[in-house]
Nanobody, 127 residues
Framework: QVQLVESGGGLVQPGGSLRLSCAAS????????IGWFRQAPGKEREGVSC????????YYADSVKGRFTVSRDSAKNTVYLQMDSLEPEDTAVYYC????????????????????WGKGTQVTVSS
């Protein structure tokens, strides 16, 4: 049974930083494309980033480009989302998802086709 668990969310002031973690059990994330998504109250889930190892590409939504960075730690079987210069508009529940299929990551990040999803972690940016 594959499980993804997000952590690292919390309350942060505008301009602050958080690092989210997506830890996996039952699967080796090295072989999966990993997407980060977020969903704010009353809004649809939107793609934040997609990182794949088959083509060594990472895509970011325009709204987070230059502020968010994805990284992986194979030894810990964990993917991170470093979020800097946070804005109130970044407030949402953040989810990670894993997809085994190659070619999953494209410039326009979509929510379809992922095999596994975590349950999310809340990020609140407020003064």
């Amino acid at each position: 049974q594959v499980q993804l668990v997000e952590s690292g969310g919390g309350l942060v002031q505008p301009g602050g930083s958080l690092r989210l973690s997506c830890a996996a059990s039952g699967a080796t994330l090295e072989y999966y494309a990993i997407g980060w998504f977020r969903q704010a109250p009353g809004k649809e889930r939107e793609g934040v980033s997609c990182d794949s190892t088959d083509d060594d590409m990472t895509y970011y939504a325009d709204s987070v480009k230059g502020r968010f960075t994805v990284s992986r730690d194979s030894a810990k079987n964990t993917v991170y989302l470093q979020m800097d210069s946070l804005e109130p508009e970044d407030t949402a529940v953040y989810y990670c998802a894993a997809a085994i299929v190659q070619g999953m990551c494209v410039p326009v990040i979509h929510v379809f086709g992922y095999d596994y999803w975590g349950k999310g972690t809340q990020v609140t940016v407020s003064s």
